[in-house]
């Protein structure tokens, strides 16, 4: 009798004991994801797009998530759906991928709420500011932010890449490309430290140099300017009148660019 006692009271203790547990939501998305931001500028406005990619790897490389979004004046919303296969294989493994255009937002703070799958929600606050954006999540379920702070471009910058094959000529070109912007109106402004999205800035306020693996030798830029495109066309044909092998890019915080071998 005892043992027919015993042996009804384990099913009971173990149904009183998964009801006083709460189950763990299950991330049925299927991955874990990378969430960085990122700020794509134009002559007249500013976007922001958040970007989602899984940390599994699936045979074709466009593959998507499926996802719903809603911003309103206080709530970002984003729910992950799914992962969709393509209808039409790119036959090269890689992540799955969400790139959602939140457009301009206005400068203020925002409630986020990040779901994946069915069950799991991530909770936090979109900081919008006219410097930057700040991103924070009060749960890291199944998301791992890779850039929770992202500077926003100011106005009059102005940025690129001046190329050139011939060491020999290094400090007579930037000698000379230097005091030409310093003509058109550019001024070595120190900015503050972190990552633009086009460019990243060190400590010391300057732009960080690319290390590439190139035989031609490469010089990053970064200035404040308080010229027009003019004055920097005509940085372009001097470059042009007075140095051979060189390529010279500019870009503003309008979204333009401009090379001195379309002036030729």
Known sequence: MKAIRFAFLIPMLLIFSCEGEEALPSNTLGSEIEMSMAEYIDTDKRTLTLKFLT????????????????????????????????????????????????????????????????????????????ESYQLSLNENQGIELLNPNLNRIPSQAVWGLIKYQNEEQNKKL?????????????????????DYGYFQVNSEGKIIQPQEQSDINEQSFLFDFSGEDDDLQQVLQQINSNFDDVQLRFYN????????????
Request: proline share 2%; hydrophobic share 45%; with cysteine.
């Open 55 to 130: 940390r599994k790897d699936f045979p074709c490389i466009n593959y998507r998530i499926k996802h719903e979004v809603m911003v309103d004046h206080q709530l970002v919303n984003i729910v992950l759906e799914k992962v969709e296969a393509a209808d039409v294989c790119l036959d090269a493994i890689g992540p799955a991928f969400a790139f959602i255009d939140l457009g301009q937002l206005t400068e203020k703070e925002y409630d986020l709420q990040i779901q994946l799958g069915e069950s799991i929600i991530n909770h936090g606050t979109l900081v919008v500011s006219k």
């Open 253 to 264: 915080a309008q979204g333009e660019e401009l090379r001195n071998w379309d002036f030729n």
């Open 174 to 194: 930037l000698g000379f490309f230097n005091e030409a912007m310093e003509i058109a109106g550019a001024t070595d402004k120190k900015f503050a430290e972190g």
